[in-house]
């Protein structure tokens, strides 16, 4: 997927700040995604990597700056006077449908099973038929390996399966680009490799992701490009080969000792 | 038995409870009686689903962005819960029409739907049912607000407007919080009907008052009639119990079946 980084850029995060309060968390962000490029935000605790992949799907307004995905700017509109006017709640809606988000704590719906989780989207965003949507995740369910668990409430799975069918429920709704917010640290050690198989799998099939990981082998292996974020600017990027061999910045090299 | 307990003296008129006539009254009750009985149940039932909707609707208010709304449900939560029930029904049985320049907004009879109805019962269902809806919106609001923040997010991140995402993903779990309390509201519509007697609504009460003035059998009639409300009460205890053990039974058969996987 080296390659891809030349195709113009896909997602492109241009200024972008946000302040809760007085509290600055991002400030001034810059950075573009190609098609089919793997991105890994690093960055210790607190360094806003949370706050800065929820304007990726703005779910998070920011403060300043825009974010533009396949072109299109998320959230809000150039006016006649060049001034930006807020979209309203149902075109915002719209814009995220291409775009996947796995939280940290999966944020499954849990008075829906799984087959019902993937579905709830397509039938009630899309208004896709009923057995169309039913086959489309039942497809996706046996992707991340668990097509027996389609009738099980979310309560009776796993951290590492609600994890998997959490990413099921993101690809049945065909997105362009998914974005995954520490996908394996509220997990038991045991359950990580299950769910990073499938986002192995993912990235070698071409999808765009972005992913906020401690994981540093598996961001090694399957990432193109490295962000390092500290205290809500980006310090560090390149290669994960560059980033975690030779980090130039102070700040990369103080994290990466602590957590390598 | 009954009547050497019941009885007593006072000075030289003396009481005898008669106990045939409480008989009568609780087993085989007059038409009159039944009739109150199912007035008493139908606008209990439609006064609560009038506030349940209402309540639904002052609870978004309650938690909007728009500070206006907010405040709207501030006011209308200050007056409602501030002010006696029965203030609230005869201020708009005698008041709203009086505001409205004399128009005759509940006359003794009007035309609903497929049936005759008593303004006075119309009355007093839209005052019960905008009464309960402010207490129905705090239940509510505290419903909605038990669910996980992550709930709504997850919901918006794959495409779903906040209208859509709260009637698919929280209101769904929202309702298994609301529906104890909202057992116990009913439990209470149904006594707070008995005030629809001031404005001579035939309901249970009313009916009891007037076999009591043409009797004077008071002791009787108001301990029969408190049978009726304990009868009524008693029974919807016992949906209520069901509606909840359905409620925990699902989920202990969902733990039955996490064993057994
Ligand atoms: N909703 C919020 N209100 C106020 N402060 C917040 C909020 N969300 C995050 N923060 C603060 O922003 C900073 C960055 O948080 P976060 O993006 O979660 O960091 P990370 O994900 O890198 O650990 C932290 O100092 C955090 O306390
Ligand atoms: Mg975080």
Same mark, same amino acid.
């Given at each position: 997927?080296?390659?891809?980084?030349?195709? @113009?850029?896909?997602?492109?995060?241009?200024?972008?700040?946000?302040?809760?309060?007085?509290?600055?968390?991002?400030?001034?962000?810059?950075?573009?995604?190609?098609?089919?490029?793997?991105?890994?935000?690093?960055?210790?605790?607190?360094?806003?990597?949370?706050?800065?992949?929820?304007?990726?799907?703005?779910?998070?307004? @920011?403060?300043?700056?825009?974010?533009?995905?396949?072109?299109?700017?998320?959230?809000?509109?150039?006016?006649?006077?060049?001034?930006?006017?807020?979209?309203?709640?149902?075109?915002?809606?719209?814009?995220?449908?291409?775009?996947?988000?796995?939280?940290?704590?999966?944020?499954?719906?849990?008075?829906?099973?799984?087959?019902?989780?993937?579905?709830?989207?397509?039938?009630?965003?899309?208004?896709?038929?009923?057995?169309?949507?039913? *086959?489309?995740?039942?497809?996706?369910?046996?992707?991340?390996?668990?097509?027996?668990?389609?009738?099980?409430?979310?309560?009776?799975?796993?951290?590492?399966?609600?994890?998997?069918?959490?990413?099921?429920?993101?690809?049945?709704?065909?997105?362009?680009?998914?974005?995954?917010?520490?996908?394996?640290?509220?997990?038991?050690?045991?359950?990580?490799?299950?769910?990073?198989?499938?986002?192995?799998?993912?990235?070698?099939?071409?999808?765009?992701?972005?992913?906020?990981?401690?994981?540093?082998?598996?961001?090694?292996?399957?990432?193109?490009?490295?962000?390092?974020?500290? *205290?809500?600017?980006?310090?560090?990027?390149?290669? @994960?080969?560059?980033?975690?061999?030779? @980090?130039?910045?102070?700040?990369?090299?103080?994290?990466?000792?602590?957590?390598? | 038995?009954?009547?050497?307990?019941?009885?007593?003296?006072?000075?030289?008129?003396?009481?005898?409870?008669?106990?045939?006539?409480?008989?009568?009254?609780?087993?085989?009750?007059?038409?009159?009686?039944?009739? %109150?009985?199912?007035?008493?149940?139908?606008?209990?039932?439609?006064?609560?689903?009038? %506030?349940?909707?209402?309540?639904?609707?002052?609870?978004?208010?309650?938690?909007?962005?728009?500070?206006?709304?907010?405040?709207?449900?501030?006011?209308?939560?200050?007056?409602?819960?501030?002010?006696?029930?029965?203030?609230?029904?005869?201020?708009?049985?005698?008041?709203?029409?009086?505001?409205?320049?004399?128009?005759?907004?509940?006359?003794?009879?009007?035309?609903?739907?497929?049936?005759?109805?008593?303004?006075?019962?119309?009355?007093?269902?839209?005052?019960?049912?905008?009464?309960?809806?402010?207490?129905?919106?705090?239940?509510?609001?505290?419903?909605?607000?038990?669910?996980?923040?992550?709930?709504?997010?997850?919901?918006?991140?794959?495409?779903?407007?906040?209208?859509?995402?709260?009637?698919?993903?929280?209101?769904?779990?929202?309702?298994?919080?609301?529906?104890?309390?909202?057992?116990?509201?009913?439990?209470?519509?149904?006594?707070?009907?008995?005030?629809?007697?001031?404005?001579?609504?035939?309901?249970?009460?009313?009916?009891?008052?007037?076999?009591?003035?043409?009797?004077?059998?008071?002791?009787?009639?108001?301990?029969? $009639?408190?049978?009726?409300?304990?009868?009524?009460?008693?029974?919807?205890?016992?949906?209520?119990?069901?509606?909840?053990?359905?409620?925990?039974?699902?989920?202990?058969? $969902?733990?039955?079946?996490?064993?057994?996987?």
């Amino acid at each position: 997927m080296k390659s891809a980084a030349r195709q @113009p850029a896909f997602v492109e995060c241009d200024s972008v700040e946000v302040h809760f309060g007085a509290l600055p968390v991002i400030q001034g962000v810059s950075f573009s995604v190609s098609r089919g490029e793997v991105v890994a935000i690093i960055g210790p605790s607190g360094s806003g990597k949370t706050t800065l992949i929820r304007c990726l799907n703005h779910l998070l307004a @920011p403060s300043a700056g825009t974010v533009r995905i396949a072109g299109e700017t998320l959230g809000v509109r150039v006016g006649a006077n060049g001034r930006l006017i807020k979209l309203p709640a149902r075109k915002v809606a719209a814009q995220r449908r291409s775009i996947g988000f796995v939280f940290q704590r999966f944020n499954l719906f849990p008075h829906l099973t799984t087959l019902q989780n993937v579905m709830e989207a397509p039938v009630h965003v899309l208004g896709r038929p009923k057995t169309d949507a039913r *086959a489309v995740a039942e497809k996706h369910l046996a992707r991340v390996g668990l097509a027996d668990k389609a009738d099980a409430y979310p309560r009776q799975l796993s951290g590492g399966q609600q994890q998997r069918v959490a990413i099921a429920r993101a690809l049945a709704m065909d997105p362009e680009l998914i974005l995954f917010d520490e996908p394996t640290s509220a997990l038991d050690p045991e359950m990580v490799g299950e769910v990073l198989a499938v986002m192995r799998d993912l990235a070698a099939q071409g999808m765009t992701m972005l992913i906020v990981s401690h994981e540093m082998g598996f961001v090694r292996e399957v990432a193109d490009r490295v962000i390092m974020l500290d *205290a809500g600017r980006i310090v560090e990027q390149g290669p @994960p080969a560059e980033v975690f061999d030779r @980090p130039k910045n102070p700040r990369t090299q103080a994290f990466l000792s602590k957590i390598l | 038995m009954l009547n050497s307990i019941l009885a007593y003296f006072d000075g030289d008129v003396s009481f005898v409870f008669d106990t045939s006539f409480f008989l009568r009254f609780v087993f085989s009750p007059s038409p009159a009686l039944l009739k %109150g009985l199912g007035l008493t149940v139908a606008a209990a039932i439609i006064s609560q689903v009038l %506030g349940v909707i209402l309540g639904c609707l002052l609870a978004l208010a309650g938690l909007s962005r728009f500070g206006l709304l907010r405040g709207c449900n501030q006011s209308y939560l200050f007056f409602f819960r501030g002010t006696p029930v029965l203030v609230q029904l005869v201020l708009i049985y005698y008041g709203l029409p009086y505001l409205l320049g004399g128009a005759d907004l509940f006359p003794p009879r009007v035309f609903i739907g497929p049936l005759w109805v008593q303004g006075a019962l119309v009355a007093g269902i839209v005052t019960f049912g905008l009464h309960e809806a402010a207490y129905m919106s705090e239940i509510i609001r505290a419903g909605i607000q038990s669910i996980d923040e992550g709930q709504s997010e997850a919901a918006q991140a794959l495409g779903m407007t906040p209208a859509l995402a709260m009637r698919r993903i929280i209101l769904p779990q929202a309702a298994r919080v609301i529906v104890p309390p909202l057992g116990n509201q009913f439990n209470q519509m149904l006594k707070t009907t008995s005030l629809l007697s001031v404005i001579a609504v035939p309901e249970l009460f009313r009916v009891a008052e007037e076999v009591q003035s043409a009797t004077y059998k008071s002791f009787e009639v108001y301990l029969g $009639v408190s049978v009726y409300y304990l009868a009524l009460t008693g029974a919807w205890t016992i949906v209520q119990m069901l509606i909840e053990r359905s409620l925990s039974g699902s989920r202990r058969a $969902v733990t039955a079946k996490t064993r057994a996987a």
